[in-house]
């Protein structure tokens, strides 16, 4: 199948393996899992658990979203601007150039059309409608940040370059990009994006990738930052909290604009992704900046509520005077021109019924990774 994506081999394969990330198999988190991040006594889900609708893990009715194009069309004041539009795919608009990360236009973050977690909430508009774009980043190669549709049609119908993580570019050329439109890093690796003034720049993470049971790790996983003379902005990708974020900060801090993720968390799987009270942690370490909440509101992939993670990071961040933007899906936001944070998320589910579960038959899902992402 077409979007499991493909290995890589040749150069690109040697290269990777000449990184002090690659173990000899494939790649490898450097720092230890920080104490109390996993906690060993939780089981993971079942699949029966992982397939329920109960405790709100879907929106009652769809998400208010804005149709961003006017807004597009007159420049930022502050030359940073962002728009998230689902999951962890934002829209940044710096010093006069637009920068894509992870993006995901498809219906399921799965390889399977009919099978897998199913987006709930669309993309305010269609990626045909999107503006050019000068750079389309994309941090690790999961199904809800590296989406096969949303690559082959970029692929097919513009000449935008790719920056992302080792390895990653096999997947991207099997789909259809040309090889010179790929750039792939190592953390620490920089690239200077051909007539725009940014660098992308990979940094750690703590996670994991694949797209099968047999590509575990063959791909490597970055958190990116963004930069231009003016501003700095940082992108997590997926990860867990890990110190390394303190050298992301004395390196390539400090930073306008800090995307953290908050949702898909569970305390089986604590080390590999945030949470809102570690992404708080994670802020902290990069030392400030506005923090955009990202990877939720989109697909379910946990067993939380849709909206908790929102709910508690905006209750925990109140009480530490951390500055929020927390727009609404299209809603472009600039960091310089904060706001007080309007909970919109909260009345949408009154008066409606649950929806159904996830889709699938169990028997076809029963061995799936956990977690998904």
Known sequence: MNSFGKRAQGERLERMRASPLWD?????????????????????PTLKEFLSAGDRRLPGVALPSLDPRERWGRPAQSGLRATWLGHSTVLIEIDGHRVLTDPVWGTRASPFRLLGPKRFQPVPLRLREMPEVDVVVISHDHYDHLDYPTIRALARHSRVPFVTSLGVGAHLQAWGVAAER?????????????????????????????????????????????????????FSGDTGLTTEYATIRERLGPFDLVMLEVGAFH???????????????????????????????????????????????????????????????????????????????RSLDAGHEAPKAPDGPAALQRDLPWPLD
């Open 267 to 345: 305390p089986a799987w604590g080390d590999i992704h945030l949470g809102p009270a570690n992404a708080l942690k994670a802020h902290a370490l990069l030392g400030g900046g506005a923090l955009l909440p990202v990877h939720w509101g989109t697909f379910s992939l946990a067993m939380h509520a849709w909206d908790e993670p929102v709910e508690t990071l905006l209750a925990l961040a109140q009480g530490q005077g951390t500055p929020l933007l927390m727009p609404r899906l299209g809603e472009a936001v600039e960091p310089a021109a904060l706001e007080v944070v309007t909970p919109w998320w």
């Open 24 to 44: 000899g198999t494939g790649f490898r988190n450097l720092h230890p899992v920080l104490p109390g991040l996993r906690d060993p006594t939780v089981p993971r």
């Open 182 to 234: 790929i750039t792939e890093l190592d953390w620490w690796d920089s690239h200077r994006v051909p007539g725009t003034g940014i660098t992308i720049t990979a940094a750690p993470s703590q996670h994991f990738s694949g797209r099968s049971f047999k590509d575990r790790n063959a791909t490597l996983w970055s958190s990116m930052v963004i930069a231009s003379e003016r501003h700095r902005v940082f």
